[in-house]
């Protein structure tokens, strides 16, 4: 079983529309058009199993609406191989009864995404969340690293990480871009072996420019082979998880790649889909 654990859809009506903006904010071209078909489109060329789906919520007054529509929809999506994550926002003041909501729906999860939230991490206002969570044990994916359109600040960098996990503890924690996009040297520094996950999302080879865009990307390159492989000796093999941002990479060009670096299959078995199936409790 392979688990794509950071993807991203967009409804039908817009999402053309918000490829093609974000893809000119990055400079970085997508993959698929960010539908729900495209991505079971490419899960079914690719061969993976289940997609985990991740909201960003941009604004305090989405967070009911959004959470609201994936609940009611969540056994049409689990049944096509989608795993949909709530959202939260920081300044989203009934934050804890919407948490319940989400665990008591049988959400496993929300996506916070610092940079899009204009907040930093060890905010007040997001750690109260990440508290919350973690009583109700959801899953706490966020965007770690500087973000490849927002790059003026880092809102999640590994000492705010750091902060985090000493104000709340351990908890069910996944950082994705391989713990911090952009700032590699720092996670294997700072981060390799805590008690965190990272996913691979966006994070390997080479960036491919946007067709939105003369800009280039800021990085013409992610993790190569060798720091993927240094990184995940580091942090070991039971706290990375395979994902893509899809949209923004192409599954079946990830799974080659993860198949061509890790050459333990026992490695690679737990890095595609047994370490998030045993977080995901499936």
């Given at each position: 079983?392979?688990?794509?654990?950071?993807?991203?859809?967009?409804p039908?009506?817009?999402?053309?529309?918000?490829?093609?903006?974000?893809?000119?904010?990055s400079?970085?071209?997508?993959?698929?058009?960010?539908?729900?078909?495209a991505?079971?489109?490419?899960?079914?060329?690719?061969?993976?199993?289940?997609?985990?789906?991740?909201?960003?919520?941009?604004?305090?007054?989405?967070?009911e609406k959004?959470?609201?529509?994936?609940?009611?929809?969540?056994?049409?999506?689990?049944?096509?191989?989608?795993?949909?994550?709530?959202?939260?926002?920081?300044?989203?003041?009934?934050?804890?009864?919407?948490?319940k909501?989400?665990?008591n729906?049988?959400?496993?999860?929300?996506?916070?995404?610092?940079?899009?939230?204009?907040?930093?991490?060890?905010?007040?206002?997001?750690?109260?969340?990440?508290?919350?969570?973690?009583?109700q044990?959801?899953?706490?994916?966020?965007?770690?690293?500087?973000?490849?359109?927002?790059?003026?600040?880092?809102?999640?960098?590994?000492?705010?990480?750091?902060?985090?996990?000493?104000?709340?503890?351990d908890?069910k924690?996944?950082l994705?871009?391989?713990?911090?996009?952009?700032?590699?040297?720092?996670?294997?520094?700072?981060?390799?072996?805590?008690?965190?996950y990272?996913?691979?999302?966006?994070?390997?080879?080479?960036?491919?420019?946007?067709?939105y865009?003369?800009?280039?990307?800021?990085?013409?390159?992610?993790?190569?082979?060798?720091?993927?492989?240094s990184?995940?000796?580091?942090?070991?093999?039971?706290?990375?998880?395979?994902?893509?941002?899809?949209?923004?990479?192409?599954q079946?060009?990830?799974?080659?790649?993860?198949?061509?670096?890790?050459?333990?299959?026992?490695?690679?078995?737990?890095?595609?889909?047994?370490?998030?199936?045993e977080?995901?409790?499936?």
């Open positions: 079983m392979i688990i794509d654990f950071h993807t991203h859809t967009f039908d009506s817009i999402c053309d529309t918000v490829i093609a903006k974000l893809s000119k904010a400079a970085s071209a997508p993959f698929t058009n960010g539908s729900q078909a991505l079971l489109d490419s899960m079914a060329k690719s061969g993976v199993t289940y997609s985990v789906t991740l909201p960003v919520m941009t604004n305090p007054g989405q967070v959004i959470n609201h529509l994936l609940a009611a929809n969540l056994e049409v999506n689990l049944e096509k191989g989608l795993i949909p994550f709530g959202g939260m926002h920081p300044e989203y003041e009934n934050y804890k009864e919407e948490l909501f989400l665990k729906a049988g959400i496993k999860g929300i996506k916070l995404h610092p940079a899009y939230q204009n907040m930093d991490l060890d905010d007040p206002r997001v750690l109260r969340i990440l508290d919350a969570a973690a009583q044990d959801l899953i706490v994916l966020i965007h770690a690293g500087i973000d490849i359109g927002i790059y003026d600040h880092n809102y999640a960098s590994t000492k705010q990480i750091l902060r985090v996990l000493k104000e709340i503890g908890f924690f996944v994705a871009h391989m713990g911090g996009w952009g700032c590699w040297e720092e996670v294997e520094r700072d981060l390799a072996g805590a008690p965190v990272l996913d691979t999302a966006f994070s390997l080879g080479s960036i491919t420019p946007s067709p865009t003369d800009k280039k990307p800021i990085l013409e390159h992610n993790l190569t082979k060798q720091e993927f492989l990184l995940l000796k580091k942090h070991g093999e039971d706290k990375i998880l395979f994902a893509t941002d899809s949209p923004w990479e192409d079946a060009d990830y799974i080659a790649r993860i198949t061509d670096y890790v050459e333990d299959e026992t490695t690679r078995e737990k890095i595609l889909g047994k370490n998030a199936q977080l995901l409790k499936m």
